[in-house]
């Protein structure tokens, strides 16, 4: 068992894991690490199931058993559903024990419905059928339209995971819209007391983006150098802060006390992209930093093993925020637009789930052709 891995759990923060594949639900990989990690959750992507389906065979038997009358659409979430539904399994002892509060594995609707908030809740709730576990979050991106499917996903009693947030003021967004569906299912007589929600709050690549700013601009302007150059790595993990900071301010007070006195759940944050891009970087920095209560933490494979190895444990996301304010001021001084970097991490962050979704289904149809038998 890793001590550092149990300490981090600890000290408030939940352990996802940013990776699935049928390989490790069925070779006790995943159950190994439930019980020897603290790892209690599960994240996936149209990326991740996109090199998944890419790599090795593990998913042919059951593409050859799907209906060839299906969409490849279709056939992607069946194949993907079952993926999650066995995960949600082996996370139901966690969830059962937490009573809720933890155990979640998520899936994420088609990027392509991104502007598109009918079609979202639509795709929502029907693979909320399919899936058909209580331990099931649906990824929604964190968009208008992402926020107002997310008022109506909640009051319609479904757990959601709201991605792709690079901006406080989007994290604003749908807390807000997390608590007036609350509030809506609420005032129906409906229980709210076993929904869940996190808030994905995407961190090293607004230091990938801000510090190539800086760079050039540097490189512009020898005589400031030193200081653009020393504003580098500064931004994301007060960024983070910031939008800890909005969490607990958010979920405090009158308006949440009527809530949570019908046993209403905050909607923690979840720090994603929290592998380190820079190698100049400590390998551990987005988790080190970030480290607080009602928190999750989703983990790519490698950064976990890292922080097993030599990650060091702190109550840190509360440390120096007015720091942290300080320093996207600065950034602002030097012409660096956070809202602007932000803006554009959205755009991208959107188009590359849609093309990974577009060469998942292009790889999926060649599959499903290949293993389609002959016709004479």
């Known amino acids: 068992m890793s001590a550092r891995l149990h300490a981090l759990h600890a000290a408030g923060q939940s352990l996802w894991l940013d990776y699935i594949d049928?390989?490790?639900?069925?070779?006790?990989?995943?159950?190994?690490?439930?019980?020897?990690?603290?790892?209690?959750?599960?994240?996936?992507?149209?990326?991740?199931?996109?090199?998944?389906?890419?790599?090795?065979?593990?998913?042919?038997?059951?593409?050859?058993?799907?209906?060839?009358?299906?969409?490849?659409?279709?056939?992607?979430?069946?194949?993907?559903?079952?993926?999650?539904?066995?995960?949600?399994?082996?996370?139901?002892?966690?969830?059962?024990r937490t009573q809720g509060v933890d155990g979640y594995v998520s899936?994420?609707?088609?990027?392509?419905?991104?502007?598109?908030?009918?079609?979202?809740?639509?795709?929502?709730?029907?693979?909320?059928?399919?899936?058909?576990?209580?331990?099931?979050?649906?990824?929604?991106?964190?968009?208008?339209?992402?926020?107002?499917?997310?008022?109506?996903?909640?009051?319609?009693?479904?757990?959601?995971?709201v991605t792709l947030l690079f901006a406080v003021d989007a994290h604003a967004r749908v807390i807000e819209a997390y608590i007036a569906g609350l509030?809506?299912?609420?005032?129906?007589?409906?229980?709210?007391?076993?929904?869940?929600?996190?808030?994905?709050?995407?961190?090293?690549?607004?230091?990938?983006?801000?510090?190539?700013?800086?760079?050039?601009?540097?490189a512009a302007t020898p005589a400031n150098a030193d200081l653009l150059l020393g504003l580098q790595g500064k931004a994301a993990i007060a960024n983070a802060k910031l939008a800890y900071r909005l969490f607990t301010a958010s979920f405090s007070g009158p308006r949440w006390a009527a809530l949570a006195a019908h046993g209403a759940r905050v909607q923690r944050p979840l720090w994603a992209s929290t592998s380190t891009k820079n190698p100049a970087y400590r390998d551990v920095i987005y988790v080190e930093e970030l480290i607080g209560a009602d928190t999750v933490n989703t983990l790519p494979p490698a950064t976990l093993e890292a922080f097993r190895d030599h990650g060091e444990v702190r109550a840190s996301v509360t440390e120096q925020v007015a720091e942290a304010d300080r320093a996207l001021a600065a950034l602002e001084a030097q012409g660096v637009s956070l809202q602007a970097v932000t803006d554009t991490l959205l755009a991208e962050g959107l188009a590359s789930f849609e093309q990974s979704f577009v060469t998942l289904l292009a790889g999926l149809a060649r599959k499903r052709a290949a293993l389609a038998p002959s016709v004479a």
């Open 22 to 96: 049928r390989t490790m639900l069925s070779n006790g990989d995943l159950a190994r690490r439930i019980a020897e990690d603290a790892l209690t959750g599960m994240t996936s992507n149209p990326t991740i199931f996109e090199k998944a389906l890419a790599e090795g065979a593990a998913y042919d038997a059951q593409l050859a058993t799907i209906d060839a009358a299906l969409s490849d659409r279709e056939a992607f979430f069946t194949v993907a559903a079952t993926d999650v539904r066995n995960a949600c399994d082996a996370f139901r002892g966690v969830y059962d």
């Open 183 to 218: 509030e809506q299912r609420a005032a129906a007589g409906q229980p709210i007391d076993r929904l869940s929600s996190v808030a994905s709050f995407f961190v090293s690549r607004v230091d990938s983006a801000i510090d190539k700013q800086l760079a050039t601009l540097a």
């Open 107 to 161: 899936l994420e609707v088609s990027p392509d419905l991104a502007k598109d908030a009918a079609g979202t809740v639509a795709e929502a709730r029907r693979l909320w059928a399919i899936v058909d576990r209580p331990n099931l979050m649906i990824k929604v991106p964190g968009t208008v339209e992402g926020a107002a499917a997310i008022r109506e996903l909640i009051a319609d009693g479904i757990n959601v995971n």
